[in-house]
């Protein structure tokens, strides 16, 4: 099954690998450009767009993955009816099943990690000084973080392969997986997240990176009051969103599971 | 005489409506089964479901004594299925779709398959997707008989053929009966081309088992009777009408009997299996009162 997967599915799998590498040389440049200016302000102000851009690129990559890997790894077989012939070769579904998911996870944790490790290295988030804080502040790049890009590729490849095992059509399978996902993260983002733990409350400008979730009071001068979340909860945060994400990860592939051990070819 | 595939009370269910339905037969090994029937008739599920695709809704089948979903692993070594609509990767070169054969089989034989596909001048590094309909259906074959398989059933392996091309398919398809211990189940709507390589036949008609017998025993207890009207029902015990068409005077009746029990008075000519075939086929009613095995006890 691992030369079958592979044969199938190569140029998902070298497209995925290439885009890794730009990624990777792309947040290096950005990175030690960054990491050589003098004046930070001023440099990060000149890269900011690179930045944006970077920002973005790391945001779409696990739905690039779940679309365009997750969704056509099973589906395409049920298509094209050829999983009638590997399940009449002398494997079983069960076998069918996880070498393809074996070889296709692999290949893309793989890909995650080595972008995640180069992500977490070149993206600025170690500059406290003060004048620079409020571009240099972890939680802008919560959804690139350590713990939780390979979470999100992990769940976006997984929820295609379910979306695939269940509809059989690949086409249907990638709208799905794309709506879905982009849905379910905005949710997650807007009304989930900042729940996690109960914010914090201050008066003013604060003095740390923080990320405010909410302010109340009058616009027009007196008191605001400021919810927000501190930087020391940065880590437990994505331990909770990854964990989520992992926990939603392995429901989805034990649905694939069922639907492909009982479905009527 | 081992028993290739043997169904009992076959059943297979889909939502409200039932595929196939008290599905019992037994082909012998060896035999060259025809599996006919009109479009919806239950072909492809009984197929489905001899290979494990499909699970049963009630009853059983089971292949050399196994059944495909309790021993998936015994059955399908043994067995060469090929889909309808020739399923194969259009992207792989005819090498690549070989290797798939040998990497996901216990029993392989690369060079018979390799050797059958030369002799048809395919070339092995031409994609799939680009083959011609006949040669599609050449490497599907290669493909099922690599595993050297004891049982091959093949799904509609004919349609979309040319005749040059189902000529040259059944001609492989006979050679390697003709080199082993082979039995197929071939199903197809073509007659002409199951009589000239079928022995046996099952016929599925609405979900049911309609007949089945080899082809020698059918061709024998089926004829076509024409005689005086008047006298149509007289003297038939024994007898099962399977079509009967009145003109004015005369009548004509597509029956199933014994040679010695057919009445006399009327002048009995035999049926060939197209005209057997197409007179089951239009009365999805008529159907033996008992198995053909059992049809010497009929008085």
């Known amino acids: 099954m691992i030369w079958l997967t592979w044969r199938q599915h190569r140029i998902a799998i070298l497209a995925a690998a290439a885009i890794a590498v730009l990624l990777v040389a792309a947040l290096a440049t950005l990175g030690s450009q960054t990491a050589r200016s ?82 977490q290295m070149a993206i600025p988030t170690q500059w406290s000084t003060p004048a620079a804080w409020t571009y240099a502040n972890q939680w802008l790049f919560f959804d690139q973080g350590g713990l939780t890009l390979p979470a999100y590729v992990l769940f976006a490849v997984s929820l295609g392969v379910a979306a695939g095992a269940v509809v059989g059509r690949t086409l249907l ?15 997650v983002g807007a009304v ?39 930087p020391d909860r940065f880590w437990t945060f994505q331990g909770i969103e990854a964990s989520i994400f992992l926990g939603l990860s392995l429901m989805l592939l034990a649905l694939t599971t069922f639907v492909v051990l009982r479905r009527d070819a | ?70 021993a998936p692993d015994l059955v399908l070594s043994r067995v060469g299925f090929l889909a309808q609509a020739v399923p194969l990767y259009d992207s792989f070169s005819v090498a690549d779709m ?41 490497v599907a074959l290669a493909l099922a008989l690599g595993k050297k398989p004891d049982l091959i059933l093949l799904d509609e392996p004919l349609a979309n053929l040319d005749p040059l091309a189902r000529h040259e398919f059944l001609g492989e398809l006979m050679e390697s009966v003709s080199a082993g211990p082979l039995t197929v189940v071939l199903s197809s709507h073509l007659i002409g081309d199951l009589e000239r390589v079928c022995d046996y036949m099952v016929l599925l008609n609405g979900g049911r088992v309609q007949v089945s017998g080899s082809l020698d025993d059918l061709t024998a207890t089926h004829h076509l009777l024409v005689g005086p009207r008047a006298e149509a029902g007289a003297g038939m015990e024994g007898i099962q009408v399977i079509k009967r068409s009145e003109g004015e005077r005369q009548a004509t009746l597509w029956v199933r009997a014994e040679p010695r029990a057919l009445p006399g008075g009327w002048q009995a000519s035999s049926l060939s299996l197209e005209q057997m075939v197409l007179a089951y086929m239009a009365n999805p009613d008529a159907r033996p009162a008992v198995r053909p095995e059992l049809e010497g006890v009929v008085p």
């Open chain 2, 98 to 138: 070989l290797q798939v054969g040998r990497r996901l089989n216990q029993r392989w034989d690369q060079s018979v398959a390799e050797t059958r596909l030369r002799r048809l001048h395919i070339p092995l590094d031409r994609r799939v997707g680009r083959l011609s309909g006949g040669q599609r259906a050449q």
């Open chain 1, 38 to 119: 003098s004046r930070l302000v001023d440099v990060y102000q000149a890269i900011r767009t690179q930045w944006n851009v970077m920002w973005f690129l790391l945001l779409l990559l696990p739905l690039v993955a779940g679309i365009f890997l997750g969704a056509p790894l099973l589906a395409s077989d049920f298509e094209c009816g050829t999983h009638r012939l590997l399940w009449t070769q002398g494997v079983t579904r069960m076998r069918w099943l996880v070498g393809k998911l074996a070889v296709a996870m692999t290949a893309i944790l793989v890909c995650a990690a080595i972008v995640d490790v180069a992500a």
């Open chain 1, 192 to 230: 989930i997240r900042p729940n996690y733990l109960p914010p914090l409350q201050g008066r003013g400008p604060i003095q740390q990176a923080v990320w405010v979730t909410s302010a109340h009071g009058n616009l027009n001068g007196g008191p605001i009051t400021l919810y927000y979340q501190p």
């Open chain 2, 1 to 70: 005489m081992s028993v290739a595939v043997e169904a009992a009370d076959l059943g297979k269910c889909y939502g409200a409506t039932w595929g196939l339905r008290h599905c019992s037969i037994q082909v012998p090994a060896g035999r060259i089964v025809a599996l006919v029937g009109p479009n919806g008739a239950g072909k492809t599920t009984l197929l489905h479901l001899a290979v494990g695709l499909v699970q049963a809704t009630e009853g059983g089948v089971r292949l050399f004594g196994w059944a495909p979903t309790e």
């Open chain 1, 173 to 187: 399978a990638m709208v799905i997986t794309g709506i879905v996902y982009a849905v379910w993260r905005a949710v």
